[in-house]
Nanobody
């Protein structure tokens, strides 16, 4: 049974940093899975933030986070991370971890492509 548990959200001032973690179980990170971070702000659709095809390392970043966010993984711990730097108020959202069997880069950042989801963690960027 695939399970994803996010942690690390919180309140941070603009310009600050946070690191989100997603602990996974029910599958091994390094084989034939896609896993990623998505976010949903109030009144907005869920959007892809950063996603990875684990078998070959191809990584997707939304244009809005390129150069500020970094996706990483620890296969030994079956955990993925999202390091978020230079945070902006518009980064405020619930952040979700998701996983599926994707191998297509075109679908990597599309929320509807993912079957397995965590419960989400709130990130608020504000003074």
């Amino acid at each position: 049974q695939v399970q994803l548990v996010e942690s690390g959200g919180g309140l941070v001032q603009p310009g600050g940093s946070l690191r989100l973690s997603c602990a996974t179980s029910g599958f091994t990170l390094d084989r034939y899975y896609s896993i990623g971070w998505f976010r949903q702000a109030p009144g907005k659709e869920r959007e892809g933030v950063s996603c990875l095809i684990t078998s070959d390392g191809r990584t997707y970043y939304a244009d809005s986070v390129k150069g500020r966010f970094t996706f990483s993984r620890d296969n030994a711990k079956n955990t993925v991370y999202l390091q978020m730097n230079s945070l902006k108020p518009e980064d405020t959202a619930v952040y979700y971890c998701a996983a599926d069997h994707l191998t297509s880069y075109k679908r990597l950042g599309v929320p509807g492509s993912y079957e397995y989801w965590g419960q989400g963690t709130q990130v608020t960027v504000s003074y």
